[in-house]
């Protein structure tokens, strides 16, 4: 007993470590995504980026980084197979994420980053809901961790919308730099919110669809790396397609004429389609798809904590009420995340011990025969 009890603390704590590292990828994802949609946003406001041509040049690039990573890690090792089947789910997955990319960034284009990271909130919802349609997830409200699962993503939900649509009394503030034109930027008086929120709501459902298909793709073929650069592949290819017909009037759409622009392709191939595509389809394999979407509401925290140093916002009561109740959304998913793999793991351990002792006792049966 003893024995298995210290083999039972090591899988917990094994457990728990993988959990950890799961999670700060999942939260490195959200400073990246945060980043670029500042950092596009500038981009598209005051060069005049076309985002069809900025997802064809961010998704090339990243190929290029792929491949050259696929080449170092596989060097010594054989590749995985991928099958014709595997190969069809994988274009679906590309002609989603191409889809998820080009909704977002013109969404962003069109309203803010913060709407952005606000709108996004809607991802756990939809993704949560596709996962029970496709019994990825078990909704038993009689079962505690089911039930911590479904309250910790509404509570994450309405935290994000907390921290979106109350503001509250101002708490602090940095001033901003006299050079920097913050709301000249991000708040355009020619923005359409309206068309821009749609977009978003589009490209929301599109990544909770995107996160569904890629956990059955990586489930079948676990190998991130070649997975995702396939997937690069084909979104390359379909929004040169799109650019094409897009941009046929304006050939000049295609030249990259300023730093900003460069910086956008760049920090978009490096972190966002390289790196956080990686990052996510290895937490869809280790903790599902539901797991991965409830960090995108952490997403309007962290624009707003780097909207105060960086772009001299202010920081109000409603934010930080609204974080807290998001880390408390968060907390209760986790916790249902772990008592579900706690569960599994113990019956596994228990299976495993009732197998053992019943292929003892035939063996003393057959002793006690032969005497």
Do not use: H
């Amino acid at each position: 007993m003893t024995q298995q009890a210290a083999l039972q603390r090591g899988r917990d704590r094994e457990r728990e470590m993988r959990g950890l590292g799961v999670t700060a990828a999942m939260v490195a994802t959200q400073f990246a995504d945060v980043g670029l949609n500042t950092i596009l946003k500038a981009a598209m406001s005051r060069e005049g980026m076309s985002n069809f041509v900025f997802v064809v040049y961010s998704n090339a690039l990243a190929v290029l980084v792929l491949f050259a990573a696929s080449v170092i890690v596989y060097r010594k090792r054989s590749l995985p197979p991928v099958t014709s089947l595997v190969l069809c789910k994988i274009f679906l997955l590309g002609l989603l994420s191409c889809c998820v990319q080009t909704f977002m960034y013109a969404g962003i284009g069109y309203s803010s980053p913060t709407l952005s990271s606000a709108i996004v909130d809607l991802t756990p919802a939809f993704t949560f809901m596709l996962a029970i349609i496709s019994r990825m997830e078990k909704l038993d409200l009689r079962v505690q961790s089911s039930l911590a699962k479904c309250i910790g993503t509404i509570v994450s939900i309405s935290g994000a919308l907390i921290v979106t649509l109350y503001r509250g009394l101002p708490l602090a503030s940095v001033a901003a730099s006299p050079n920097s034109q913050p709301n000249e930027v991000l708040l355009s008086a020619q923005t359409n919110w309206v068309l821009g929120g749609i977009l978003l709501t589009f490209g929301s459902l599109c990544l909770s669809t995107l996160f569904i298909v890629q956990t059955l793709i990586i489930r079948e073929c676990p190998a991130e790396l070649i997975v995702t650069l396939i997937c690069c592949t084909f979104v390359t290819l379909q929004s040169t397609a799109i650019a094409l017909i897009a941009e046929i009037d304006n050939p000049n759409a295609w030249r990259l004429g300023s730093n900003m622009e460069l910086i956008a392709v760049g920090y978009s191939a490096v972190l966002v389609v390289a790196a956080r595509s990686v990052a996510v389809t290895w937490a869809c394999r280790k903790k599902g798809p539901v797991f991965v979407a409830l960090f995108s509401p952490l997403g309007i925290v962290i624009a707003v904590a780097m909207g105060i140093p960086f772009l001299g916002e202010t920081l109000y009561l409603g934010s930080v009420i609204g974080a807290a109740v998001i880390a408390l959304g968060f907390y209760a998913v986790i916790w249902g995340q772990a008592q579900e793999e706690k569960t599994i793991g113990n019956r596994g351990v228990c299976c495993s011990d009732s197998e053992s002792s019943s292929s003892k006792v035939p063996l003393l049966q057959n002793k006690g025969l032969d005497i």
